[in-house]
């Protein structure tokens, strides 16, 4: 079974044709500026295959993009597939599924009438995650359509992580509740994490999701008790240009002072803040260090608050988990940066963590970092999204 994955922005599409007899990666690519100017980039992963790597192509809307892919995908010299008629499926990332979806499912009118019921929680994802769902219906009729959401792995927090202590009635007519996000990259790298410790009856695990976007998940037995995003987004440790955690009094305050209206306020809050508020630098990471290298105090202030956050966020899901198992870094930051794994490691001994540093130097898509009799193993394991929706589809179009 061949399936195609599909991760679409309001200008953007990013594909990827996964051949799951052996679940490899036949081709991959991005489609961006949809609706302005149009480029198309396409990697093929077969050998002597020719890629295109952002080329003019007119896009005026997500249906001529995903005509595009599909052009490419079937194409007689650097196609990989010999038709679109060997795509079997098409599994679509959708952010937000709010409280009508705990699982993925099979997209039918009824289910896109209950997504588009979630837009005003994500106002910025769902409507472009939709745009592509019916791209795809109107340019592969009849090829069964799957939504895997970010937010369905999280469903299974119990009511005391995931209500607010506001006015219940909130939560009950206007589902304002924690959701949390970066699911499917939790779920991926948790279920392979408890393949590495031999699939134990019982685990409990930490998966740290570490990029421009940033979130923690705590994980027992392989279904989310607490994690750091909330409602949207916005919440948890600090991020590339993201506030994380803040008193909500600052909002009044700031708005009061400047004149911001909330539209003004949320950018700072969304653009303008984390790691890039803080130093004035940048919100990479690599260019933080190197800024710190050279004696940045604001660089290294933006470091050592996040790995504060993060590492307090580690200590409190250990405690709501009641211990730990393994504690497990995944996605650019945590992948890549073992300066900030380093960092954040750094005082939790007192859980049992024992990092090894020549592990921890190595790069590798999956190593363990910790020390062979660290109580707690610390693994960096690279996440597979687009993997965990193709897997989902497969399930449930063979069913």
């Known amino acids: ?88 499926a098409v599994g679509h990332r959708v952010v937000h599924g709010g409280r009508a979806f705990t699982e993925s499912c099979l997209i039918n009118a009824e289910r896109k009438e209950a997504i588009k019921k979630c837009f005003p929680l994500a106002p910025l994802h769902n409507p472009a995650n939709l745009l592509g769902i019916e791209a795809c219906e109107k340019v592969m009729p ?40 970066h699911g499917t990259s939790h779920r991926y790298v948790s279920a392979r994490c408890r393949e590495l410790l031999g699939n134990p009856e019982h685990s409990k695990i930490i998966s740290c999701h570490l990029g421009n976007g940033s979130s923690l998940a705590a994980v027992v037995d392989g279904k989310v008790v607490d994690t750091t995003m909330g409602l949207g987004p916005l919440a948890g440790v600090p991020m590339g240009t ?23 306020m949320m950018n700072i809050l969304n653009k303008k803040s984390g790691v890039l508020g803080i130093s004035g630098v940048s919100s990479d990471f690599r260019d933080l260090e190197a800024a710190a290298k050279e004696g940045n105090e604001r660089a290294q202030l933006a470091l050592d608050k996040f790995h504060y956050e993060v590492k307090k966020d580690i200590g409190a899901y250990a405690a709501a988990m009641g211990g730990v198992d393994a504690i497990v870094f995944t996605a650019g930051v945590g992948e890549n940066g073992a300066g900030n794994r380093a960092a954040i490691c750094a005082g939790l001994e007192y859980l049992g963590v024992k990092i090894c540093p020549d592990c921890n130097a190595q790069r590798a898509d999956e190593h363990l970092i910790s020390t062979d009799d660290s109580p707690v193993k610390v693994f960096v394991i690279a996440t597979n999204e687009e993997l965990m929706i193709a897997r989902d589809t497969k399930e449930i179009v063979s069913k």
């Open 1 to 88: 079974m061949k399936i195609l994955v599909i991760n679409a922005g309001s200008s953007s599409l990013k594909y990827q044709l996964i051949d799951m007899d052996g679940e490899v990666l036949l081709a991959k690519g991005l489609c961006e500026r949809i609706g302005i100017d149009g480029k198309f980039t396409y990697k093929p992963q077969v050998e002597g295959k020719a890629k295109k790597d952002a080329v003019d192509v007119a896009m005026p809307s997500h249906g001529e993009a995903i005509q595009t892919v599909l052009e490419a995908l079937a194409d007689p010299v650097n196609g990989v597939v010999k038709s679109m008629d060997e795509i079997d």
């Open 142 to 181: 009849g090829k069964p359509q799957v939504a895997v959401f970010d937010t369905a792995f999280h469903m299974t927090m119990p009511a005391a992580a995931y209500i607010y202590a506001i006015p219940y009635a909130y939560y009950e007519d206007d589902d304002v509740r924690r959701y949390g996000f």
């Open 242 to 264: 993201r506030c994380g955690d803040i008193d909500a009094t600052i909002l009044e305050y700031l708005m009061g002072q400047h004149g911001y209206d909330m539209k003004e």
